[in-house]
């Protein structure tokens, strides 16, 4: 099945500054790739996704970038706050055309924005 | 973003005895998922369900079981607890690929 790898899996940056995560998957048949933020006791929440027909995505301060020929699709985090501190989840789907609806996570990265 | 909800939020079990987690979705998706959340695996796929009447297992479906009776509504259900099954359990789901999580469930077997 597919494996996604994803790092850092602590990532520590100053406030204002950029974040960066990155994940890789294995199986070419991999089509959306979503990530999800958790904060401390609280569920999993949909931030931004992007699908295999595109290489950037951009919403508000949330940038995806997506490279299907290296199979690695990133997370970046514009002028961070305080409150972008969080656990980060990539995960990838083959999606309907894969047979099943199914999607494989990262292990997470956890944020922490200095002020 | 979509409405999930999840019963008990809150559950201390025995060894040996028999948990029921219910998840119920107003938004007429067709796919359902069970995952447990535990320090150091992230998030692992139980089982998931296509629609009413299916179930299919996932990654980790060991110990436990799944039904789904309606298009609302899809359990998970441990026939026998074990200690090793203390876990944070989320419910989700979705059209097609994309997914959203219910509150989660802490579940806790003495």
């Known amino acids: 099945g597919e494996q996604v790898e994803q790092l850092p899996s602590i990532l520590r940056v100053q406030e204002g500054s950029s974040a960066s995560i990155n994940c890789s998957y294995e199986d070419s048949a991999s089509n959306y790739f979503p990530w999800y933020k958790q904060e401390p006791g609280e569920n999993p929440k949909l931030i931004i996704d992007?699908?295999?027909?595109?290489e950037r995505k951009q919403i508000q301060e949330l940038i995806v970038l997506l490279d299907k020929k290296a199979k690695r699709f990133s997370l970046h985090i514009t002028d961070t706050q305080p409150g972008d501190s969080a656990m980060y989840f990539c995960a990838a789907s083959a999606g309907a055309t894969g047979g099943n609806n199914k999607l494989t996570f990262g292990q997470g990265t956890v944020l922490s924005v200095i002020p | 973003e979509a409405a999930v909800t999840q019963s008990p939020r809150n559950k201390v079990a025995v060894t040996g005895g028999k948990v029921t987690l219910s998840c119920n979705q107003t938004n007429n998706h067709n796919n359902m998922y069970w995952y447990r959340q535990d320090t150091g695996h992230g998030l692992r796929l139980i089982h998931y369900?296509?629609?009413?009447?299916?179930?299919e297992k996932g990654d980790i479906p060991d110990g436990y079981k799944a039904s789904r009776p309606s298009q609302e509504n899809f359990s998970l259900i441990l026939e026998l607890a074990t200690p090793s099954q203390t876990s944070v359990y989320f419910c989700?789901?979705?059209?097609?690929?994309?997914?959203?999580f219910g509150p989660g469930t802490r579940l806790l077997v003495l």
């Open positions: 369900s296509y629609g009413a009447g299916s179930t």
């Open positions: 992007i699908r295999s027909n595109m």
């Open positions: 989700a789901s979705g059209p097609q690929d994309t997914q959203y």
